[in-house]
């Protein structure tokens, strides 16, 4: 530090010892000015100066750039003072710049990628990267991430759709099992029911329900749940519907495992004498169409463009082409009253349903005058389930679709559904059906890809009665924050959609729910290794 006096002593300046910075200029007035006023302001400043330089030097390695506290006072007023200020603002207002300015700019090619942010902040002090540069490297490597997140997903779904499309081990030992159980066990083979009881399959004082399915642990708990839960399981008629492959093995299990006092008749596709290729002829084209087959049971990937595509909407596509919607199973509930001639009110169920209510109700129900008694899925605290309208199946840019339905017009579910036959008889619902997949087959589907529902929305439009939501709850197999306690409230819980609580995807803490009714303790359950964990 020095002290320069002017010639004429009217002014001291005080600097730096480097002479570059001027600290202080002091002036004197002649008249007014004593050398022991210069000496006692001269030793002031030189106490006082050596703490401004130390709080300045604090401010800036501590970075501190706010401060509320009377013991900050210095820290703030000093850099101020000495003509100091924070740039960070700045700093990040130029580097904010530089960021919106790569946005708009390709990402160079052959741009080396660090595997980890590890790596870059360490390539950035061996390389000295400018900003630009640490900006468009920042830019790359969260591209390159984010498509690596996107492949990941769109590869998971897809392993998805394969693990819910097979057939678990367990369950296919079980119908092995059972099918070897009927060519050797009489008690197996055993009519069902017994001759004494045939009157009662058409008999409308019972409660007849009716179940369509090749999955016999499915069919057991369906059955086994609804008995259970009744409170008059004697009234309860079980009509399950299975395929001539299955059939030996679905009827071995109830003939083995009979739920009494609740009666159960096993019939195989090929029993029914309705079911011929004259009367069923565009579901033989469903099933046998090379376009359809290669559809539902070629690669799935073939075509897709990921990159113009969301997972959300991927998954959609893989659920619409599960093999199951071009089976005569899945298709066989709209022909329940050519089935069934003598019945007049039935309930059909889906086999990834379980019960948990009594359901006598339902045939007290006054449909009034409607075919289909079922849950709307337009209106819901569930967004993701709970939220189905037309426009969510149909093809809407189709000009037979825009004709003929209304985008906005409420879906209802399939799964627990209220079926008055006698009215049934007298609508033309499976004519509409059949010439609305002829359309779709026409036109090479593109007017609808998810199974048997759009047709059905179609074929019973003004046919519908919408039942109360506590009955029939969907969605347990689509997403994993299903709300506990309105699955213990509802009467029927639906696991729709691809994690089935039998596959290693079903959700954990929806597993139980469905678990409570497989008997572990049968021998063949057993020895297929079919556990409860």
């Known amino acids: 530090m020095q002290l320069h006096f002017s010639p004429s002593m009217k002014s001291i300046t005080i600097s730096s ?52 506290s009377f013991d900050c006072l210095g ?8 003509g100091r200020v924070d740039d960070s603002g700045r700093l990040v207002r130029d580097f904010y710049k ?17 595997d980890s942010f590890s790596q870059l902040v360490s390539e950035m002090k061996n390389s000295h990267y400018d900003a630009r540069t640490f900006a468009f490297m920042l830019k790359a490597m969260m591209e390159k991430f984010e498509r690596d997140i996107r492949e990941s997903k769109f590869t998971e779904l897809m392993n998805k759709h394969f693990a819910a499309s097979s057939i678990p081990k367990g369950i296919y030992c079980l119908s092995l099992r059972l099918t070897d159980e009927y060519s050797s066990n009489a008690h197996a083979r055993k009519q069902l029911p017994p001759p004494e009881l045939l ?19 499915a069919a057991s708990v369906v059955v086994a749940s609804t008995v259970q839960s009744s409170l008059k399981p004697e009234k309860i008629v079980f009509h399950v519907i299975t395929d001539k492959k299955t059939y030996a093995g679905m009827h071995s299990w109830f003939a083995l495992n ?18 011929t290729r004259e009367n069923v002829p565009v579901l033989e084209a469903v099933e046998n169409q090379n376009g359809i087959r ?10 897709a463009n990921f990159s113009d595509t969301t997972p959300r909407t991927f998954a959609s596509k893989l659920q619409a082409r599960s093999p199951k919607y071009i089976s005569l199973l899945n298709h066989l509930r709209i022909y329940i009253p050519e089935l069934f001639p003598n019945l007049d009110k039935v309930v059909f169920l889906d086999d990834d349903v379980v019960i948990q209510r009594d359901l006598s109700p339902l045939w007290e129900i006054d449909l009034g005058g409607k075919v289909n008694g079922a849950v709307e899925t337009c209106k819901g605290e569930d967004e993701w389930v709970m939220s189905k309208h037309f426009r969510n199946y149909f093809n809407f840019s189709h000009p037979l679709i825009a004709k003929n339905l209304d985008a906005d017009e409420c879906a209802w579910a399939y799964g627990m559904n209220i079926f008055d036959l006698s009215t049934w008889r007298k609508t033309n619902i499976r004519e509409t059906y059949h010439s609305w997949l002829r359309e779709n087959l026409k036109s090479n589907m593109t007017m609808w890809k998810l199974g048997t529902l759009p047709p059905a929305l179609i074929a019973f439009k003004g046919h519908v009665f919408p ?9 347990l197999g689509y997403q994993n924050n299903t709300n506990i306690e309105s699955v213990k409230k509802a009467a029927v819980i639906h696991y729709n959609g691809q994690s089935k609580p039998w596959l290693q995807i079903g959700f954990e803490h929806l597993r139980p729910f469905w678990t409570k009714y497989v008997n572990y303790s049968n021998d063949f359950i057993r020895n297929c290794h079919i556990l409860e964990s």
């Open 467 to 475: 039942i109360d939501p506590s009955w029939h709850m969907l969605g």
């Open 17 to 68: 010892s480097n002479g570059f910075i001027d600290l202080m200029k002091i002036k004197v007035a002649a008249r007014h000015f004593s050398y022991r006023t210069l000496f006692h302001t001269i030793l002031i400043l030189a106490f006082l100066l050596p703490f401004v330089f130390i709080l300045t030097a604090v401010v800036t390695l501590e970075g501190v750039n706010k401060c509320s």
């Open 75 to 82: 820290r703030r007023l000093g850099p101020r003072f000495l």
């Open 258 to 275: 009979p739920v009494f006092p609740a009666i159960v008749e096993v019939k195989g596709v090929h029993q029914f004498d309705w079911l």
């Open 199 to 217: 009157p009662v399959l058409s008999d409308n004082s019972y409660h007849h329900f009716i179940l369509s399915t090749d999955n016999i642990l």
């Open 294 to 303: 290669n559809y539902y049971h070629g690669n799935h990937i073939a075509g």
């Open 98 to 114: 530089i960021l919106n300015q790569v946005n708009t700019e390709e990402t160079p090619h052959g741009l080396k990628l660090p």
